[in-house]
């Protein structure tokens, strides 16, 4: 008789005589797939930030960009709600990587757009950390989409490190900019 089931009817395999599998209560975990950053931008929603923007203007002119690019409706909406996420932990990182995102309703896929900030911007929230570039999305607020809402910004803040924001500082336009990022998720 097993210490933990001292009664054997109630063991795990008693109900069927079998063992159970962990797989048969469970769904499984299907795995996201992988999020190419070069795939959800095109060369209308990045640009450069001119000498002098502050980060909420310029997270204001990324949301009427992309709003305008991918169609989307009440850009007052889109930047109501990532203001609203802004006001929480900051979303600029030690490496110059500012990511304001939020997850909306009315968003089916992952949309995003691209700001590079060559000359750096103070972060509001935290003015030893200067932003260099800036990635703006939305995912949608269905729960199915979380995961690769995780995966995005995992593999967004994986990629942007100092080095590549550096070339990408450098990029003479957005085409160039483009590359460099395709250039860098394929190695």
Known sequence: MSPFFPDKKNSPSAASGNPEKL???VPALVKPKKVRISKILTEDVVLTASPGVGKNELIELLVGRLCESKGLKDPQLFLAKVMEREQGISTTLDTGLSLPHARMDSVKNIVAALALVPQ???DPKQSDLTIKLM??????SRSDMLPLHLQLLRGV???FQP???EQLSAAADPAAALEIIRKVETH
């Open 23 to 25: 797989s048969d209560k």
């Open 120 to 122: 750096g911007i103070a």
């Open 135 to 140: 990635f703006l999305f939305f995912s949608s």
């Open 157 to 159: 803040s994986s990629l």
């Open 163 to 165: 080095a590549v924001i």
